[in-house]
């Protein structure tokens, strides 16, 4: 795994962050929170569309391999955001402003969304590690390895760009990150792979979609040729490979190694946002020791939609979802 460059990155001019800061104030003394009402969430979409031309090319779609971008230049005053929480359930209005300022970027990229089973339906999440959870694959992890995976990838609606608004993290962890673009693999090997094998099942984030029975798992498969390159929808945790054939269990290790070969660290400092395309990068992080004294390492995590994108098999409309629904910020 490299360290090194390795996530391009978009400096925010200062007139942009000052754009950004004022809205999301503005936005924070008039609603006095940062709990999602639809009338918080019109007003979101209002400030949006005034942004300047520099802001928006900022927010332009990914536009490199590496399927993901740094924007930097953004402030967190770390006295003034308070201790880290808990837990997420824990968070509720801490770093308020910098929920607004991420669901302002999220709305120039493209639609927010929110799960009703996670989160109590927030959108903007608090990742925390949390005591009792350090060995799960969530969000709420420290001791393990977070293994790479696609966000919400049990999901046709899930998101087309995840985003992590770092608040605090003295001990540097990193999150990792691995591009599909950047794999080498054999015909053979991607022919196999996009045949609908195995179904991939609702992570332990989803505990209502976990007792969904009404139908079958649908099987999907693990990589798409879009129109202009491979797509992948990739979580190994929560696929069960052993329904498969020796065949296909060996393609998709090669694919699993070669993720890992390309991988990269990136580890966040306070402001920085980290902006990857849910379709071509898988996401993971790397093992840590929690501190649980109110200055552990947090994230605030958003996840968009783009209209009109494509690059997603066709027959993934007909997915049943386990009975888990996205909501939408902002009529499409
Ligand atoms: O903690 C991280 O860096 C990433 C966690 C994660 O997978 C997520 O928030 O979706
Ligand atoms: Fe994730």
Redesign the pocket.
């Known amino acids: 795994m490299s360290t090194a460059a390795a996530a391009p990155v978009r400096q925010l001019d200062p007139h942009s962050v000052g754009e950004l800061r004022t809205a999301a104030e503005k936005i924070l003394a008039e609603f006095g929170t940062s709990a999602t009402s639809p009338q918080l969430l019109a007003r979101v979409e209002e400030s949006a569309a005034e942004f300047g031309a520099t802001l928006r090319h900022h927010c332009r779609p990914v536009d490199t391999d590496d399927g993901l971008f740094v924007l930097r230049g953004l402030e967190v005053d770390d006295a003034q955001v308070g201790p880290t929480p808990p837990g997420w359930a824990h968070a509720g209005d801490s770093g308020a402003v910098h929920d607004i300022v991420l669901l302002l970027l999220a709305s120039v990229m493209g639609n927010p969304i929110a799960w009703q089973g996670q989160q109590d339906g927030r959108f903007v999440?608090n990742?925390v590690p949390s005591p009792g959870h350090e060995s799960e694959q969530?969000?709420a992890s420290s001791a393990v390895l977070?293994s790479p995976?696609t966000?919400d990838a049990f999901h046709p609606g899930r998101a087309h760009l995840?985003m992590?608004g770092c608040m605090r993290n003295h001990d540097r962890?990193?999150?990792?990150a691995a591009s599909v673009r950047k794999v080498r693999l054999t015909d053979e090997d991607v022919e196999l792979l996009s045949r609908p094998a195995l179904p991939i099942l609702p992570d332990d984030a989803y505990a209502e979609a976990q007792g969904y029975a009404d139908a079958a798992p649908p099987p999907v498969p693990t990589l798409f040729a879009a129109e202009d390159g491979l797509t992948l929808r990739f979580d190994p945790a929560y696929t069960p490979l052993d329904q498969a054939d020796g065949e296909y269990r060996a393609a998709y290790q090669r694919l699993e190694d070669e993720l890992a070969r390309v991988s990269v660290a990136?580890s966040?400092d306070p402001g920085e946002v980290?902006v990857v395309d849910n379709d071509l990068v898988v996401?993971?992080?790397v093992p840590f020791k929690a501190r649980y004294d109110g200055t552990d390492?947090w994230?605030k995590?958003a996840s968009v939609r783009v209209p009109g994108r494509r690059g997603r098999p066709l027959a993934e409309a007909d997915e049943h979802g386990y009975g888990q629904a996205a909501l939408e910020a902002h009529a499409a």
């Open positions: 999440h990742i969530t969000g977070l995976h966000e995840l992590l962890i990193a999150t990792t990136v966040l980290l996401h993971g992080r390492r994230l995590r």
